[in-house]
């Protein structure tokens, strides 16, 4: 997903370039020579590699079993490198209507970028292809150098030296099987809406729309770390804003798996800021109250890298109690 973040207002789309993950590498390499390209975990590049062409193999092509010999002499090439972006949000100022403008334009430039995102990630094949035993595997080394083998040639000392390893459909036969399942681990983008109970200075409590936007890291597929940024509103009994923001970061747990559906729970703490128009309350310099948020989240996976959340909260600020049920996208 972080790949996919830096082309946001790139045009770019991803490419013909397939990385091999290394520790899918390490078991090929200690499999058959012969039967190690039945199967192989492919996840395609948005980047094209920096990697010189090799020469394609065919289906006729014959598989020599003669792993000590390398193909090219090794030369250093600079593997390139990325910078990530994320989602943040501050304090805004002003009465109710002031937060309400702001936070909508906030949100079109989040819905904007997630279609965004989505449509790169959506495009992009993760899962297992069949490659040709002697398909050109190019190797870029953890001392910097480069070199090209064949799938059936990488033995395992050549795979732990191996830092990446990418083919190209273009260089052999190639046959995409199966995507793989929803993964999750790396970085993640979200947004969600739907409609939160929000409760005025006269103590009414009504539901009126709300909307998250969450951007984070899953360092596994079952755990996440996300900064989250809440917003709401709805008109109060004098017709006037009543406007909420909330600022937390977020713990998500997603370990029960049932086929396409992913469930778990989430809890976060942080700081929420409330201002209500026509009341004696208005004040710019609210200094806020602290946020504690929880609730159970629902996923269908739509895609190795997109699933269609539901998430069912409860948050307590200002000392009360507030609820919301949101529903959208989460961009891995």
Not at 155 to 183: H, N, Q
Not at 261 to 277: P, V
């Amino acid at each position: 997903m972080l790949a996919a973040t830096l082309l946001v207002g790139g045009g770019g789309c991803v490419s013909n370039s397939y990385r091999i993950p290394s520790g899918d590498l390490q078991r090929l390499s200690q499999s058959p020579p012969e039967q190690r390209a039945q199967r192989v975990r492919v996840i395609q590049e948005i980047n094209e590699s920096s990697a010189p062409p090799a020469e394609r193999v065919d289906g006729d092509t014959q598989i020599v079993i003669m792993p000590s010999i390398h193909i090219s002499t090794p030369v250093r090439l600079g593997s390139g490198g990325g910078r990530g972006g994320g989602v943040s949000g501050g304090k805004i100022g002003g009465a109710g209507n002031d937060g309400k403008a702001a936070a909508v334009v906030f949100l079109v430039v989040a819905a904007t970028a997630l279609v965004m995102v989505a449509a790169v990630e959506g495009s992009r094949f993760d899962g297992w292809a069949r490659l040709h035993p002697m398909h050109p595997v190019h190797l870029f080394g953890r001392d910097g150098t480069y070199q090209v083998r064949p799938l059936a040639w990488i033995d395992p000392a050549t795979a732990a030296w191996t830092d990446k390893a990418i083919v190209r459909p273009a260089e052999g036969p190639w046959l995409s099987l199966d995507r793989a399942p929803l993964t999750r681990t790396g970085w993640g983008y979200g947004m969600f809406g739907g409609s939160g109970s929000l409760r005025s200075v006269n103590g009414e409590k009504e539901l009126g729309p709300a909307f998250s936007v969450q951007a984070g890291y899953h360092p596994t597929k079952e755990f996440g770390v996300l900064a989250n940024v809440f917003f709401g509103w709805r008109d109060n009994v004098v017709g006037e804003t009543l406007f909420e923001s909330r600022y937390t970061l977020e713990l998500q747990a997603m370990p029960v798996v049932a086929g396409p559906f992913h469930m778990g729970l989430y809890g976060g703490a942080g700081i929420a800021y409330r201002y209500e128009d026509g009341t004696k309350l208005r004040n710019t310099n609210d200094p806020g109250s602290s946020a504690l948020t929880g609730g159970a989240m629902v996923q269908l996976e739509l895609h190795t890298r997109i699933a269609l959340t539901g998430r069912f909260g409860l948050a307590r600020a200002h000392g009360e109690r507030m609820s919301d049920i949101l529903v959208g996208l989460s961009v891995y």
